[in-house]
């Protein structure tokens, strides 16, 4: 059982660094483009903002590994800056965070060249800001192997990766920036740089209420300033309320498009790569649902949450979009009734089933506990349609189970 996509707020490369750049991080400036003429305005108006006469052109999609899939270039004029946008846009970028179809690049981020030679060698470095989750608290992660896959590092020389912890009470002291610098090797103005760079980044991460920040390579130029090269943002849901600007920042072409329908119509879904869909009420129960479906020889199709507001209008609006995944074979109703009464859900279903008519076309096991669960059986039962009804959990596996057989 694989998750194709988690729902939680990601931002695109140049959005982050916007945000970073907001609270005082250095970040390699860059200006997003729709098409390879705009490439071109762009990096014309970078040329004169800021010197650099080479460019570098990333495309913007929502998954690391971007150079791997031929997704980030160097330019070393205008007329590459022109052609390589040109293809990049468009096209379907597979890296090793896509799926093999890849994704579409819908625009490109021209950046300034931020490796130019000066009096010391540029070095590369790699930090994140997240949660602790066994001890509750922040923590700033950092290695100097930047550049590379943090998991590499983490198997290979899991020595060279250091964290620094952060009291809530007391926030990131000055010592600890300073500690910071110190184990990454700097010293002079460099060391003086990154301890501002830490400071500012770790203000960011908290202010904008973010789940992730994860900077890879952070770089110290030939002239010793610390920058953001690159910049992976993921905002915290459940904040947004209190960032309505970011909130706006939102691409819905790079989520799952099953899913943005069912936020939109207050569903908690999550798709999965299973064959038996799944409609249940209360997180808990769903989780136990796919166990369940597991161990019957089958794979959940997704994670749905219908709510304790089960009414025909829920229920099929739930069967729409559990039917749009053409591997689903069959559909698993498990609802415990505690707040919402089994028998209302069980009219939502059989309504739900009629007004559907011919666009329900693979089977329904129905099994729904609780308040008012013998009359559900009843409605269901003597219903007239295609509804498997069960009583147990193990009976409605069992059935689940019958039907991928058949």
């Not at 896509?98 to 819908?106: I, P, W």
């Not at 184990?183 to 980044?201: R, T, W």
């Not at 989780?287 to 709510?307: E, S």
Request: hydrophobic share 40%; with cysteine.
């Amino acid at each position: 059982m694989a998750l194709k996509n988690i729902l939680k707020m990601n931002l695109h490369e140049y959005q982050g660094k916007e945000i970073l750049n907001s609270f005082g991080v250095r970040i390699q400036r860059g200006i997003v483009a729709n098409n390879h003429k705009d490439a071109v305005d762009a990096a014309k108006q970078l040329t004169t903002e800021t010197g650099t006469s080479w460019y570098v052109v990333k495309a913007q999609v929502h998954a690391g590994g971007r150079g791997k899939g031929g997704g980030v270039k160097l330019a070393k004029n205008l007329s590459e800056v022109e052609t390589i946008s040109n293809d990049i846009i468009g096209m379907m970028l597979v890296t090793p965070q896509t799926s093999a179809e890849g994704k579409k690049v819908n625009q490109v981020l021209i950046c300034e060249d931020v490796y130019y030679p000066g009096e010391t060698e540029t070095e590369e470095y790699y930090m994140s800001v997240l949660l602790n989750r066994n001890t509750g608290r922040n923590m700033i992660m950092y290695s100097t192997e930047g550049g590379m896959d943090i998991e590499t590092v983490a198997e290979e020389t899991p020595h060279l990766i250091f964290t620094e912890e952060i009291d809530p009470t007391m926030g990131l002291l000055p010592f600890q920036a300073r500690k910071i610098a110190f184990n990454l090797g700097l010293s002079g103005g460099a060391m003086k740089e990154m301890v501002k760079f830490v400071s500012s980044l770790y203000k960011a991460y908290v202010n904008s209420d973010s789940s992730l920040f994860e900077i890879n390579p952070v770089l110290k130029t030939s002239d010793n300033k610390i920058l953001a090269v690159d910049a992976k943002v993921t905002l915290d849901d459940n904040a947004l309320y209190r960032h309505k600007d970011y909130a706006q920042l939102r691409d819905l072409r790079e989520e799952n498009p099953i899913e943005v329908e069912a936020n939109a119509a207050g569903l908690n879904y999550v798709d999965l790569d299973g064959n038996v869909g799944c409609m249940v009420n209360g997180a808990g129960l769903a989780m136990g649902t796919m166990d369940l479906i597991k161990q019957a020889g089958g794979d959940p199709a997704n994670f749905l949450d219908v709510g304790g507001t089960a009414d025909a209008a829920r229920v099929e609006t739930a069967f729409g979009i559990i039917l749009k995944d053409p591997a689903v074979k069959a559909i698993l109703v498990n609802i415990f009734g505690g707040i919402v009464r089994c028998d209302r859900v069980a009219q939502g279903v059989v309504d739900a089933y009629k007004n559907m008519g011919d666009k329900i076309n693979v089977p329904i096991i129905c099994r729904l506990q609780g308040t008012n669960a013998v009359e559900a059986k009843e409605l269901i039962d003597n219903s007239g349609m295609e509804i498997i009804s069960a009583t147990e959990f193990q009976e409605a596996a069992d059935k689940v189970a019958e039907v991928l057989a058949s």
